[in-house]
């Protein structure tokens, strides 16, 4: 973007914050300076001492209740790492690639809801952020990415390290803001900070020149125009929630298809209240795991191309899908001209822009879906007549019964990795943080963890990216110590972004790592054997049982000064997830040394129908007709 649009310290008024930003808000109006009346402020804004660029940076991140940032300097930043050595609130945690700073400010986010910080030098620091800033674009995750800049009079001469990292993110952020002036770095942060969790929560970038560090301005805050937290506008239609109720109250064949952005309002009770007064079934995304109970009865599981029988053939047979905070993705439509023939669509989204952009909505509701539903809900509870679901319940639960997730025994004798995963998820619990990579272990963990509330599982649901797990795993740790968390890693993602083992240790963050170790890029591996005529082109990799075993998972963790073992064996899972469970005083790293063979199912191969599901290699195409 231009300069012209980054306002100034006394810019004009900003647009309303977000209900989300209460949590941070309260943090802010705690502290002196916030608390002063207007008139007082203003006086004090005449009056405040001079500070320098880097020392706002620091007090407004601090003004704005940050209290975690990941990341590592280099020599743009240097200013702003120098004044983080005085502020005794924030705790900066230095990683060890940036990219692992950005999965971790993404798992931090996406475990609590608050906004996750990530801070890197221009030119290759702020680069390698920015597939973690397109991860957090595409999950709707809010995340803060500072990074420094030349100084300006350097901008556009090519200087060393310097990376027009505004125009590479403009198409992956919410907004990417130059600042060049000391003074208007409160304001630009306020408003960043702002905007990431406003509506549709998503990445913002605040890339600050070294000159800007290094100039002085009076500290003022909260800067002018992001003072009063301004009374949301924004309302839900009444008409269209009532045209809602009604195409719920006749629909014989209604489906709930909640996505991640129902995780992201923080909906899930408004959610069941909904699903239990209609009675419907509902099926929750990769996105979604765990915003209802999977143990709820009226929960079908995961939609899609690796999702449940019953799910995948409630959203085709259904008459009536009402999306809330989901997108009509392909891997969960399929091919989308066959996808739900008969549905009607009533589709709540906060972001206009997704609402008939796939899939036309009959009932558009653009709303947050913690509003909405309730609203809903209300509408619903005044009518008498509802139609009777009973035909659709046997229809469903016969599907329940005769096509239940599973797996079967593998055929070379080695462990199956769904079992692993399963035990960990058993023997663990719903309190956990589960994070994925990206592959087979991904869609296993998702399937068989079993989640009982949101904000359990972390993964890379839009982007697909490979490294995730563990930086993401070691940002959700920070933010919530308490908890135990896992990453279920693939022996290929693992080998990504496991450096970040080497920060974990470091900085007392005991995260457990279980590695899916295939011996190979599974997903990979399947489509190859699948579709390919199993020709497995460059997706073996080598770290398993029978192989060269590089690198030596075991081995790599202890370097690294991770606890590790190793299992071959089955009868030894459930012990080595026990002394796992038992270790706290540094990070924990188990190589499952598992089947390639196993394959993710149920599947919907890519580009067809839903109705040709797959629930095991020789099943297919079986659901042509029913109700
Ligand atoms: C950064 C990145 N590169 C490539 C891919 C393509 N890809 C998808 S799954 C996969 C294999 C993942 O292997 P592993 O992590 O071992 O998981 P597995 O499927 O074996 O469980 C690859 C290469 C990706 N998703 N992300
Ligand atoms: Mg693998």
Not at 133 to 154: C, H, K, N, W, Y
Not at 227 to 232: E, G, L, Y
Not at 473 to 481: D, E, L, Q, S, T
Not at 549 to 574: K, M, N, T, W
């Amino acid at each position: 973007m231009s300069l012209s649009s980054v306002p100034a310290a006394h810019g004009p008024s900003a647009p309303a914050p977000t209900s989300h930003a209460a949590a941070d808000r309260r943090a802010v109006a705690a502290r002196p300076a916030a608390a002063r009346p207007a008139a007082a402020r203003s006086a004090a804004a005449r009056t405040e001492p001079e500070s320098t660029g880097a020392e706002a940076i620091v007090r407004s991140l601090d003004m704005l209740g940050v209290t975690d940032v990941f990341g590592i300097p280099g020599g743009a930043i240097l200013p702003t790492y120098d004044a983080l050595m005085d502020s005794p609130r924030i705790r900066h945690v230095l990683v060890r690639h940036e990219q692992g700073a950005g999965h971790a400010a993404e798992g931090y986010a996406a475990a609590t809801g608050r906004v996750g910080v990530a801070m890197a030098t221009s030119g290759p620091g702020a680069t390698n952020l920015v597939t973690a800033i397109m991860d957090a674009r595409f999950d709707s995750v809010p995340l803060l990415a500072i990074t420094g800049q030349v100084s300006s009079e350097a901008l556009g001469t090519d200087a060393f390290q310097e990376a027009d990292i505004v125009g590479i993110t403009v198409p992956i952020t919410k907004h990417s803001y130059l600042v060049t002036e000391a003074s208007e770095i409160p304001g630009v942060l306020a408003e960043a900070h702002r905007l990431a969790l406003d509506g549709r929560p998503g990445p913002v970038l605040v890339d600050i020149t070294k000159d800007a560090q290094q100039g002085t301005a009076p500290f003022v805050w909260p800067p002018e125009g992001h003072d009063a937290p301004a009374a949301s506008t924004a309302k839900v239609s009444r008409s269209q929630i009532r045209r809602a109720a009604d195409e719920i109250a006749r629909a014989d064949r209604p489906v709930l298809y909640v996505g991640g952005g129902a995780v992201r309002a923080g909906a899930a009770a408004e959610l069941r209240e909904l699903a239990d007064l209609v009675g419907a079934p509902v099926v929750t995304t990769l996105m979604a795991r765990g915003i209802l109970p999977d143990s709820h009865p009226l929960n079908l599981g995961m939609p899609g191309m690796h999702g449940t029988v019953p799910a995948v053939l409630a959203m085709q047979r259904s008459d009536l899908l009402v999306a809330i905070g989901a997108r009509f993705d392909e891997r969960v439509t399929g091919d989308r001209a066959q996808f739900a023939p008969d549905a009607r669509v009533v589709h709540i989204d906060i972001d206009a822009a997704e609402i008939s952009k796939l899939r036309h909505a009959h009932v558009p509701i653009v709303a947050d879906a913690r509003t909405a539903l309730p609203e809903l809900t209300r509408a619903l509870r005044s009518r008498d007549a509802r139609a009777d679901l009973g035909a659709w319940w046997s229809f469903l639960d016969g599907l329940r019964q005769e096509y239940p997730l599973g797996f079967s025994p593998t055929s070379d004798g080695r462990i199956a990795p769904q079992h692993v995963i399963q035990r960990i998820g058993r023997l663990t619990g719903p309190e956990a943080i589960y994070t994925a990579g990206v592959g087979q272990h991904q869609m296993w963990a998702a399937q068989f963890i079993g989640f009982e509330r949101p904000q359990a599982w972390l993964n890379s649901g839009g982007a697909g990216t490979m490294g995730y797990s563990i930086p993401a795993a070691m940002g959700a740790k920070v933010a919530v110590p308490d908890r135990v968390v896992w990453a279920i890693d693939g022996d290929g993602s693992f080998q990504m972004t496991n450096q970040e083992l080497a920060t974990c240790a470091m900085n007392d963050i005991p995260i457990k790592v279980a590695v899916i170790n295939n011996s190979s890029l599974g997903m990979i591996r399947q489509w190859q054997n699948l579709f390919y005529g199993r020709r497995y082109s460059n997706s073996d990799l080598g770290t398993g049982q029978d192989t060269v075993r590089i690198p030596d998972v075991v081995r790599l963790a202890e370097a690294y000064g991770c606890a590790a073992l190793r299992v071959e064996d089955e009868s030894e899972v459930d012990e080595a997830i026990g002394t796992a469970l038992a270790i706290n005083d540094r990070p924990v790293v188990i190589d499952f040394v598992v089947s390639a063979d196993a394959m993710v199912w149920p599947m919907v191969p890519q580009g067809v129908g839903n109705d040709r599901i797959r629930y095991a290699r020789d099943h297919e195409a079986a659901f042509g007709d029913g109700v």
